[in-house]
């Protein structure tokens, strides 16, 4: 959940970081990484393959600052990351500095006590949101165990030759946007390019479609409070919500996957995509001719807010090994990671919104995405706050969600199954 005051602490953390870490110098790059004058060379592992060349340009700028400092970009397969770290923390011959997974994700590393806690060793945190750290923080001992890097923010990209075409322009209410999708399924186009296949996709389509139905961020404090669950009537209406436009989705959407969905947005054949904000740098990548836009779900009749909420979350944080020969030079590295530099360089070179507060995409595109989720923010509530026990929400939530868009189980059934999971570990806060 990430509030109003984000704005607001932006600005501030723009003017205390332009002040005190703007870049750092080389003396004290040197005087923290040069080991008594000798070549440090510093290994940042992930786990996007795809952006080695980004991470170069990146990195150079923080090498130019600090002679004797070589930093690599070591990317190993993303569904391999996670055990790979795991092994890799463990000794001395691991990465120096990894990017961490946010919130449930992150515990296990957290719990394992290879990670180093940044909270008296990156003064630059104090200027991060609360909410934006809950994504780097250890639930066990609230102390934060990375610098964020990306926050993600899910909308409806669009194809704006389609929407040209057909006469449409972004609703501003739920009725024009049913009209819309009318629209281009009468005209023989996909409305909707969504996946089913690849359930991870489905509590991220529904956050899009059902956020202002169940009350986004107030709903989430009643939950975390005990005052609400996934079973109450906002919850499963939300899940009917979304799945009201299931209709537009295609005549074959029960058979298709992630890729599929993409490459039906690619090709043209749908006019819409509902996804996160990292999709605008693969579509370019996939389709350089398509011109894209992004709208959010207007609230539909009944919804529990007025405003058009914005979901999103934090996508992850550079942390720093426990058992790294080169500690101090790698705290050094991550509290560059903290600066205005390091996120202008993060946005320009991956097109991706960075987490530092006051740095401004120059991307139209991801500027507009983050100033509509900074306006009305709501959380990616499955993944990001009810994942830190085992069954994790986000888990219980995909296949829950599959089994009711696929007919074989009701919204109630749905509901009922991620909050029996839950019940298992979760305690709520009062």
Same mark, same amino acid.
């Given at each position: 959940?990430?509030?109003?005051?984000?704005?607001?602490?932006?600005?501030l953390?723009?003017?205390?970081?332009?002040?005190? !870490?703007?870049?750092?110098?080389?003396?004290?790059?040197?005087?923290?990484?040069?080991?008594?004058?000798?070549?440090?060379?510093?290994?940042?592992?992930?786990?996007?393959?795809?952006?080695?060349?980004?991470y /170069?340009? =990146?990195?150079?700028?923080?090498?130019?600052?600090?002679?004797? $400092?070589?930093? &690599?970009?070591?990317?190993?397969?993303? &569904?391999?990351?996670?055990?790979?770290?795991?092994?890799?923390?463990?000794?001395?011959?691991? %990465?120096?500095?990894?990017?961490?997974?946010?919130?449930?994700l992150?515990?296990?590393?957290?719990?394992? *006590?290879?990670?180093?806690?940044?909270? #008296? /060793?990156?003064d630059?945190?104090?200027?991060?949101?609360? &909410?934006?750290? #809950?994504?780097?923080?250890?639930?066990?001992?609230?102390?934060?165990?990375?610098?964020?890097?990306?926050?993600?923010?899910?909308?409806?990209?669009?194809?704006?030759?389609?929407? *040209?075409?057909?006469?449409?322009?972004?609703?501003? @209410?739920?009725?024009d946007?049913?009209?819309?999708?009318?629209?281009?399924?009468?005209? #023989?186009?996909? %409305?909707?390019?969504?996946? +089913?296949?690849?359930?991870?996709?489905?509590?991220?389509?529904?956050?899009?479609?059902?956020?202002?139905?169940?009350?986004?961020?107030?709903?989430?404090?009643?939950?975390?409070?005990?005052?609400? @669950?996934f079973t109450?009537?906002?919850? +499963?209406?939300?899940?009917?919500?979304?799945?009201?436009?299931?209709?537009?989705?295609?005549?074959?959407y029960?058979?298709?996957?992630?890729?599929?969905?993409?490459?039906?947005?690619?090709?043209?054949q749908? !006019?819409?995509?509902?996804?996160? +904000?990292?999709?605008?740098?693969?579509?370019?990548?996939?389709?350089?001719?398509?011109?894209?836009? =992004?709208?959010?779900?207007?609230?539909?009749?009944?919804?529990?807010?007025?405003?058009?909420?914005?979901?999103?979350?934090?996508d992850?944080?550079?942390?720093?090994?426990?058992?790294? %020969?080169?500690?101090?030079?790698?705290?050094?590295? $991550?509290?560059?990671?903290?600066?205005?530099?390091?996120?202008?360089?993060?946005?320009?070179?991956?097109?991706?919104?960075?987490? $530092?507060?006051?740095?401004?995409?120059?991307?139209?595109?991801?500027?507009? !995405?983050?100033?509509?989720?900074?306006?009305?923010?709501?959380?990616?509530?499955?993944?990001?706050?009810?994942?830190?026990? /085992?069954?994790?929400?986000?888990?219980?939530?995909?296949?829950?969600?599959?089994?009711?868009?696929?007919?074989?189980?009701?919204?109630?059934e749905?509901?009922?199954?991620?909050?029996?999971? $839950?019940?298992?570990?979760?305690?709520?806060?009062?």
């Amino acid at each position: 959940m990430i509030s109003r005051r984000y704005g607001v602490l932006a600005a501030l953390g723009t003017l205390a970081l332009v002040i005190t !870490a703007c870049s750092p110098s080389a003396s004290e790059g040197e005087s923290d990484t040069s080991n008594g004058g000798g070549e440090t060379t510093l290994e940042v592992w992930g786990w996007r393959q795809e952006d080695v060349a980004a991470y /170069e340009k =990146i990195f150079q700028l923080y090498e130019d600052a600090n002679p004797g $400092v070589t930093v &690599e970009y070591v990317p190993y397969k993303a &569904e391999e990351y996670d055990t790979i770290l795991r092994t890799g923390l463990s000794d001395q011959n691991g %990465p120096d500095v990894a990017q961490l997974r946010s919130y449930g994700l992150l515990q296990p590393v957290v719990a394992s *006590d290879s990670v180093v806690p940044l909270d #008296d /060793e990156v003064d630059a945190l104090a200027d991060f949101p609360t &909410e934006v750290l #809950d994504g780097a923080r250890g639930v066990a001992d609230g102390q934060i165990y990375g610098v964020p890097f990306a926050l993600q923010t899910l909308h409806v990209i669009y194809n704006q030759a389609i929407f *040209d075409e057909h006469g449409l322009t972004p609703p501003e @209410t739920w009725e024009d946007m049913i009209a819309a999708f009318t629209t281009l399924n009468d005209a #023989d186009v996909v %409305p909707l390019a969504a996946t +089913v296949t690849d359930t991870w996709m489905l509590p991220i389509q529904h956050e899009i479609f059902g956020a202002s139905t169940y009350g986004g961020s107030d709903y989430l404090e009643q939950m975390l409070a005990g005052a609400a @669950t996934f079973t109450d009537r906002p919850w +499963v209406d939300s899940l009917t919500t979304w799945n009201e436009t299931s209709p537009f989705w295609g005549s074959q959407y029960k058979g298709t996957s992630y890729t599929d969905a993409q490459a039906l947005f690619t090709s043209g054949q749908a !006019a819409m995509f509902p996804g996160g +904000v990292w999709e605008l740098a693969v579509f370019a990548q996939a389709n350089p001719d398509l011109e894209l836009g =992004i709208f959010n779900v207007p609230p539909p009749p009944q919804a529990a807010v007025s405003e058009t909420l914005v979901p999103g979350y934090l996508d992850g944080s550079f942390g720093v090994s426990a058992n790294s %020969p080169n500690q101090e030079a790698a705290l050094d590295l $991550v509290r560059w990671m903290a600066t205005p530099e390091f996120g202008q360089a993060f946005t320009d070179e991956l097109r991706q919104i960075s987490a $530092v507060p006051g740095v401004e995409p120059s991307d139209e595109l991801l500027a507009q !995405a983050l100033d509509a989720y900074l306006a009305n923010p709501s959380p990616y509530v499955t993944y990001a706050y009810f994942s830190s026990g /085992e069954p994790t929400a986000w888990d219980l939530a995909s296949e829950g969600l599959s089994n009711f868009v696929l007919g074989q189980w009701s919204a109630e059934e749905a509901a009922d199954h991620i909050q029996r999971g $839950v019940d298992q570990w979760f305690e709520p806060t009062q």
